[in-house]
């Protein structure tokens, strides 16, 4: 009948809020969770309250993601840095310890070099500021995104 179908659209509705509720707020310090299928296989009760029903799929699936194995991601930049010759000892130096960038090459033709580099987002928020006392002012560099990887040292 229409009457039952409407009721079950509204209870799977709200089955639907529930999970995109919990989703996105992820147990893991609170980051959304992406690439994630939720299926709901039974709903018991002869009139069930939407409101209930979005709360206890919610929590059901808040317990899931703390029993499964989910891993942070973080994005990974390329960076492509060009400076003169004689700052390229101190960049590269910089680039392999306080960035944990990957070395991909290394261009010393001329009198400035270039690097190009993947290292997570996170370790290049300030790197404009790093670059310029590094090079006193005469290194450029850019980034883009590359893809995602595991987050190191993720909660």
């Known amino acids: 009948s229409t009457s039952s179908t409407s009721s079950a659209q509204g209870i799977a509705g709200a089955a639907r809020q529930g999970?995109?509720?919990?989703?996105?707020?992820?147990?893991?310090?609170?980051?959304?969770?992406?690439?994630a299928t939720v299926v709901v296989k039974s709903i018991e009760g002869s009139d069930p309250q939407l409101p209930l029903v979005a709360a206890?799929?919610?929590q059901a699936?808040?317990?899931a993601m703390r029993s499964a194995d989910i891993e942070m991601l973080e994005p990974l930049m390329e960076l492509e840095?060009?400076?003169?010759?004689s700052h390229s000892g101190?960049?590269?130096?910089?680039?392999s310890s306080a960035r944990s960038a990957l070395v991909r090459t290394f261009d010393p033709s001329g009198t400035t070099h270039t690097v190009v580099a993947e290292a997570p987002l996170s370790t290049l928020l300030n790197y404009s500021t790093v670059l310029r006392s590094l090079t006193s002012g005469s290194g450029q560099f850019r980034i883009s995104f590359l893809r995602y990887t595991d987050a190191v040292g993720s909660p």
């Open 81 to 85: 840095v060009t400076v003169p010759a």
């Open 90 to 95: 101190a960049v590269l130096a910089d680039l």
């Open 56 to 58: 206890c799929t919610a």
């Open 19 to 35: 999970a995109t509720a919990a989703l996105g707020c992820g147990t893991r310090a609170g980051y959304p969770i992406a690439q």
């Open 61 to 63: 699936v808040r317990d």
